[in-house]
């Protein structure tokens, strides 16, 4: 079984420039979550996506942004890039139907550096 | 506000020793708890997973209790091998689940040496 694949892995950008994420859950899976972890910051909860609805939102400015596509698929829209977004965002996806056991399936991340 | 604490920050520990690393949370409505490993610079790698109606979770050397009305999770390794070096992260689901935000403590930075 495939796990959680996130693409690109690396990625540098330049400070206010526009970038876009791309993450593929476990087949099943309907629901995606995106963090980001920023260095000494620890993990952050950036946005919960299930069925292709936002479902929740952490404590993020309006300029993250993201979609989840018919096939549970997910796009994280970073807009007008600041030095401060360089950090490793983390995928992680779940099946909510599946009651009380579910857990959360992590993939590799993608690096961002904004220079 | 659900808050999770892990101690210590660090930890050097000589191979074949047993080992437990601690995670506590401020608010006991938690839905579940769950266990990840992280390699530096890499994804995050489920361990284990306890449910709030649940004590203990077992996946070979590793061992996860789970004391909800202390609001404290323990992860226990035995005989530690080097290939266990990592950040060893624990996050709490609060209240039904239904929020989706699971809640990190900061890591535990493990170091088995040969």
């Known amino acids: 079984e495939a796990g959680v694949t996130q693409s690109p892995t690396h990625l540098i950008k330049t400070r206010g420039q526009q970038v876009t994420l791309r993450c593929s859950p476990i087949s099943g899976h309907t629901s995606v979550y995106w ?4 260095l000494g910051l620890g993990l952050q909860f950036l946005l919960w996506y299930d069925e292709g609805e936002e479902r929740n939102r952490g404590n993020f400015p309006p300029r993250f942004s993201g ?25 992680a996806s779940s099946h909510l139907g599946w009651g009380p056991n579910y857990g959360y399936t992590f993939g590799s991340g993608t690096r961002l550096t904004v220079v | 506000k659900q808050e999770v604490t892990q101690i210590p920050a ?5 191979e074949g020793e047993n080992l437990v690393l601690n995670c506590s949370f401020t608010d006991s409505a938690i839905y579940n708890l769950q266990w990840f490993r992280q390699d530096p610079g890499k ?22 209790s ?13 005989a530690s091998q ?12 609060h209240g039904s689940g239904n929020t989706g935000k699971l809640i990190f403590g900061q890591g535990t930075t493990l170091q088995v040496k040969p």
């Open chain 1, 35 to 38: 963090y980001q972890q920023a």
């Open chain 1, 67 to 91: 979609r989840q596509f018919p096939n549970y698929s997910s796009e994280l829209n970073v807009n007008a890039l600041e030095l401060e977004d360089s950090a490793l965002y983390l995928c």
């Open chain 2, 10 to 14: 660090a930890l050097s520990v000589p």
């Open chain 2, 43 to 64: 994804g995050l790698t489920s361990l284990l997973l306890i449910q709030s109606s649940q004590r203990e979770q077992t996946s070979g050397r590793l061992n996860a």
């Open chain 2, 66 to 78: 789970l004391d909800k009305s202390s609001g404290r999770s323990t992860l226990y390794i035995a």
């Open chain 2, 82 to 93: 080097p290939g266990d070096s990592a950040t060893y992260l624990c996050a709490a689901l």
